[in-house]
């Protein structure tokens, strides 16, 4: 069973880097089957897909937030990570790192079949 | 960027009736590339559609998907109190990947 779960800072002061990190066991990022992605939930709100990344390091991204966005894989620690820099308070969310289909679709990816619990981040000073 | 509209808003029903659930695209969808998503408070969104109309692994038949194009539906046919949720849709036919802005299904 893949099971993926977010860690990092919960506080992020306004203009600074989030950074987060998704761990996942139970299933090998290297074995090049799937992407993995990162999505956002503000409050009270719905889901925006940020972007994703495959083994070999390429990566999409969401254009509405605007280059901002990193998205990096260490596949020796079977982790991947999302940075997000200039935040602001509309980036207040919780994070959710995902297993993203490979088989369907284009490049950018599919569905998410696998999310971890997520993680609150609050951008405040 | 597809722009994906559910309605209604809120559905209330009675245990063991039927929910119907839409979920409209701004423009085509290619080959019906619509997942759908159960969202309970405090949770992760879990996985029940994919491809408009295959059910996810372990998912109960009584979820079921349809249609193509711009519009699809998501079908509860018998309400269970354990669906109580936010239901969400999802296109990943075309970069950037969005979601609808969810359908709260309340039981009475």
């Known amino acids: 069973q893949v099971q993926l779960q977010e860690s990092g800072p919960g506080l992020v002061k306004p203009s600074q880097t989030l950074s987060l990190t998704c761990t996942v066991s139970g299933g090998s990022i290297s074995s090049g089957s799937h992407y993995w992605s990162w999505i956002r939930q503000p409050a009270g709100k719905g889901l925006e897909w940020i972007g994703r990344i495959y083994t070999s390091g390429f990566t999409v991204d969401n254009p509405s937030l605007k280059s901002r966005v990193t998205i990096s894989v260490d596949t020796s620690k079977n982790q991947f990570s999302l940075k997000l820099s200039a935040v602001t308070a509309a980036d207040t969310a919780v994070y959710y790192c995902?297993?993203?289909?490979?088989?369907?679709?284009?490049?950018?990816?599919?569905?998410?079949?696998?999310w971890g619990q997520g993680t609150l981040v609050t951008v405040s000073s | 960027e597809v722009v994906l509209t559910q309605s209604p808003g809120t559905l209330s029903l009675s245990p063991g009736e039927r929910a119907t659930l839409s979920c409209r695209a701004s423009?085509?969808?290619?080959?019906?590339?619509i997942a759908w998503y159960q969202q309970k408070p405090g949770q992760a969104p879990r996985l029940l559609i994919y491809g408009a109309s295959s059910r996810a692994t372990g998912i109960p038949d009584r979820f079921s998907g349809g249609g193509s194009g711009t519009d699809f539906t998501l079908t509860i046919s018998r309400l269970e109190p354990e669906d109580s949720a936010v239901y969400y849709c999802q296109q990943y036919g075309s970069s950037p990947k969005t979601f609808g802005q969810g359908t709260k299904v309340e039981i009475k």
């Open positions: 995902a297993r993203d289909d490979r088989d369907s679709s284009g490049y950018w990816g599919g569905y998410f079949d696998y």
């Open positions: 423009q085509s969808v290619s080959s019906s590339y």
